[in-house]
């Protein structure tokens, strides 16, 4: 089964209240596959120099933290996924998660 797959079956598990279920998959350095159900779609990710690469633990903490990020400012979820891309990116340039005197801004547009 591959990911597209994989994420019309989570989209699809049944859930609460009114809307659909949107279903993410990350997939490190591969593209990011979401599912609304019906139709899938893959976002490709930017790919950084593997020696820039330092430490991995934290990108899909960070990879959320840019996602809900921007679904809070309204952002579509493409913009929102880019984000979370973004933010695992910046992660995994850095030794742990400390990011104290580190100032970043995403561009959304």
Request: charged share 25%; hydrophobic share 40%.
């Amino acid at each position: 089964t591959d990911m597209s797959e994989i994420a019309k079956m989570i989209a699809n598990v049944p859930k609460a209240g009114d809307g659909k279920r949107i279903a993410l998959i990350t997939c490190g350095s591969d593209s990011t596959v979401r599912s609304d159900g019906e139709n899938t779609w893959e976002t490709p990710v930017d790919l950084i120099d593997a020696d820039l690469i330092v430490d991995t633990n934290g990108a899909g903490d960070s990879f959320v933290g840019g996602f809900l990020a921007g679904l809070a400012l309204g952002k579509d979820i493409e913009k929102c996924i880019l984000a979370g891309h973004a933010c695992a990116a910046f992660t995994i340039q850095r030794s742990g998660t400390d990011f104290e005197n580190v100032i970043s801004e995403f561009n959304w547009d």
